[in-house]
């Protein structure tokens, strides 16, 4: 399968911890997106790469969350010194690159601050 | 800030029945999205819509975009427990990242 992947699947920690989330996307993608979605909302957009060029970063993101696609294939998503508000399923997305091109999402990584 | 308002927020139907979802902004979209997501797992792409007044089908699905593209609706025919989901909209503002809609949940009763 050749799906966007995302690990780990679920995440329980304690309050101040930090966490790392990775994902994988399609082959070939140039374009790799994270969302954030709490329970009964639509996701919400945080970041972008194009590549490995960080591109566009929502307000959401604050100084504790940090997102890095170093080769521009994988990415990761950092939350230092996590809090309960941060509990919530994070979405990874993949698209070829071309204007309005269709995104594919992960599975997601459901992460549940203690 | 672009807002996207679906109504209802939950259905409760009974297998058979017709249902409409409607997906609703001030502001003009690029183009609307309608995804499905089910429990634990990412959103799934059904349909995208790119030109005011388009209506597309997928099986018992209707998705139809507002002349003004502002607005965007999703009827389903015959639903079926299979339907059952967390239905999304989302649009593009002349970038591509996603805004979602407050999604609809459909639940569908054999």
């Known amino acids: 399968d050749t799906g966007v992947s995302q690990d780990p699947r679920h995440k329980i920690t304690k309050r101040g911890q930090n966490v790392t989330f990775r994902c994988d996307p399609i082959?070939?993608?140039?374009?790799l997106y994270w969302y954030r979605q709490t329970l009964g909302q639509g996701p919400e957009f945080l970041t972008y790469f194009q590549n490995e060029a960080q591109l566009e970063k929502s307000r959401l993101l604050s100084d504790r969350f940090s997102a890095e696609r170093p080769k521009g294939s994988f990415s990761t998503l950092e939350i230092q010194r996590t809090e309960q508000g941060d509990s919530a399923m994070y979405l990874c997305a993949s698209s070829l690159g071309v204007v309005m091109e269709t995104q594919y999402f992960g599975p997601g990584t459901r992460l549940l601050v203690l | 800030t672009q807002l996207l308002e679906q109504s209802p927020q939950f259905l409760s139907i009974q297998e058979g029945e017709n249902l409409t979802v409607y997906c609703n902004s001030s502001s003009v979209f690029s183009s609307l999205q309608w995804y499905r997501q089910e429990p634990g797992e990412g959103p799934v792409l059904l349909v995208t819509?790119?030109?005011?007044?388009e209506v597309k089908k997928l099986k018992r699905l209707t998705f139809q975009f507002g002349d003004a593209r502002k607005d965007s609706s999703l009827h389903i025919t015959a639903a079926q427990p299979g339907d059952t989901g967390l239905y999304l909209c989302?649009?593009?503002?002349?970038?591509?990242?996603?805004?979602f809609g407050t999604g609809t949940r459909l639940q569908v009763f054999p």
């Open positions: 819509v790119v030109t005011g007044g």
């Open positions: 989302a649009g593009t503002y002349n970038t591509d990242k996603l805004i």
């Open positions: 082959s070939e993608h140039n374009r």
